[in-house]
């Protein structure tokens, strides 16, 4: 059993940044691999980004990349997702994910926990 509770969202203006962190509870957090998931309102949940349980292997949606960081720090059993040169398209409820898996995957049906979630507003 693997709990998931993210933090440091907010208010940003456009073109600002935000650093997201995931933090997991239990021993065996690197064996998972993790990823970023968001939900705008009146949206469908979708993909935004992804780390295998090395760090060796990232993946992101089109939408964020080259804004958009994932990392990991296995000894601390937290995720990131560093956002930057946000965008009001950006504005979600972040939510992070972790999945019993060997390779990264944008399909939410593979990852088995999820964290509540943390608002990001990015106003114009």
């Known amino acids: 059993q693997v709990q998931l509770v993210e933090s440091g969202g907010g208010l940003v203006q456009a073109g600002g940044s935000l650093r997201l962190s995931c933090a997991a509870s239990?021993?065996?957090?690197?064996?998972?691999?993790m990823g970023w998931f968001r939900q705008a309102p009146g949206k469908e949940r979708e993909f935004v980004a992804a780390?295998?349980?090395?760090?060796?292997?990232?993946y992101y949606a089109d939408s964020v990349k080259g804004r958009f960081t994932i990392s990991r720090d296995n000894a601390k059993n937290t995720v990131y997702l560093q956002m930057s040169s946000l965008k009001p398209e950006d504005t979600a409820v972040y939510f992070c994910?972790?999945?019993?898996?060997?390779?990264?995957?944008?399909?939410?049906?593979?990852?088995?926990?999820w964290g509540q979630g943390t608002q990001v507003t990015v106003s114009s």
């Open positions: 780390i295998s349980w090395s760090g060796g292997t990232t």
């Open positions: 994910a972790a999945g019993r898996r060997v390779g990264v995957s944008d399909d939410q049906g593979d990852y088995d926990y």
């Open positions: 239990g021993r065996t957090f690197r064996r998972y691999v």
